[in-house]
């Protein structure tokens, strides 16, 4: 028997409220890993990947955190690059190469870069479309500390969430090496 028309109705207005209502209801928490060397602030709960593969050049460690949400995703990984990556290439030469990499892997088309520095480690930012994928925008972060590269990731996202979603998980991210770019101190506690 078909249900009445006004009730496919109703359910359908009950499921796009409690859509509406759970995208809304982020839960922002500081992850902080120590064994992939950073900080960031993430809306919700992460999933965690740890492998170590072996190439020509030697063993490269890889840590992936993502957290999916239904308006963006978010994802820091960490490749701890071999030591004879950082002997035959620049530091320019590994972002270049991890642009193409990146961008090969996606299928996608880079839509922007631009070089900059985060407490004087060479880092970039890139802008791209997935136009086969989706029509959501994509941005990556690459950060190279040393033999370390970071690529933080927000994307695809609703441009809608640019401000309370993506701007702040990209202000949020630092990286904490020990030995090599400690974590900035935490900010004292406000006096009243």
């Not at 500081?30 to 170590?52: D, H, I, K, N, Q």
């Amino acid at each position: 028997m078909k249900a009445p028309r006004c009730a496919l109705l109703a359910s359908s207005v009950l499921l796009a409220a409690s859509l509406a209502a759970s995208a809304d209801e982020v839960r922002w928490r500081t992850l902080r890993s120590e064994a992939a060397g950073f900080v960031a602030r993430v809306p919700g709960e992460p999933s965690y990947e740890y492998s170590r593969e072996w190439t020509l050049g030697g063993p490269v460690a890889y840590h992936h955190y993502e957290v999916a949400l239904a308006r963006a995703s978010f994802d820091i990984e960490r490749f701890e690059l071999p030591a004879a990556a950082v002997i035959f290439y620049s530091d320019e030469g590994l972002l270049d190469r991890a642009r193409d990499d990146l961008m090969a892997e996606l299928d996608a088309r880079l839509e922007g870069e631009e070089a900059f520095a985060l407490r004087g480690y060479p880092a970039r930012r890139l802008r791209y479309s997935r136009p086969g994928v989706h029509s959501h925008p994509e941005e990556s972060r690459l950060y190279l500390v040393g033999r370390n590269l970071f690529i933080v990731t927000a994307g695809p996202y609703d441009p809608a969430s640019r401000e309370t979603l993506v701007d702040p998980f990209f202000a949020s991210f630092d990286f904490c090496l020990e030995g090599l770019a400690p974590c900035p101190a935490p900010p004292a506690p406000a006096s009243e």
